[in-house]
């Protein structure tokens, strides 16, 4: 009923930017919380940043102060505005959805996307 497709990743040297999208379609609610999160090889997934239906923003402290999370409602689009790139930031990034911010922080999200690579060079 909703469906999510992430776009944007790509291969990019340390200090770089990319800008990740999430398109979302079905039956999709302008008051969904929308977010991000990544993993990376070998390791767990983890949050990365959330955005709710009134515009309140969370951070992962590993990326507060260099990524920037928005949405366009009228588009049903989340964005990932991701500067001053570090190797670390290598992983792939999914996009996530939920009526509860609670749930798009803690990972609970009802609605997730296929990822999108992301790989920063040294």
């Known amino acids: 009923q909703v469906q999510l497709v992430e776009s944007g990743g790509g291969l990019v040297q340390a200090g770089g930017s990319l800008r990740l999208s999430c398109k979302a379609s079905g039956r999709i609610f302008s008051s969904y919380a929308m977010g991000w999160f990544r993993q990376a090889p070998g390791k767990e997934r983890d949050f990365v940043a959330a955005?709710?239906?009134?515009?309140?923003?969370y951070y992962a402290e590993s990326v507060k102060g260099r990524f920037t999370i928005s949405r366009d409602n009228a588009k049903n689009t989340v964005y990932l505005q991701m500067n001053s790139l570090k190797p670390e930031d290598t992983a792939v990034y999914f996009c996530a959805a939920d009526f509860s911010d609670q749930a798009v922080v803690a990972g609970t999200s009802g609605y997730w996307g296929q990822g999108t690579q992301v790989t920063v060079s040294s």
């Open positions: 955005i709710n239906w009134g515009g309140v923003k």
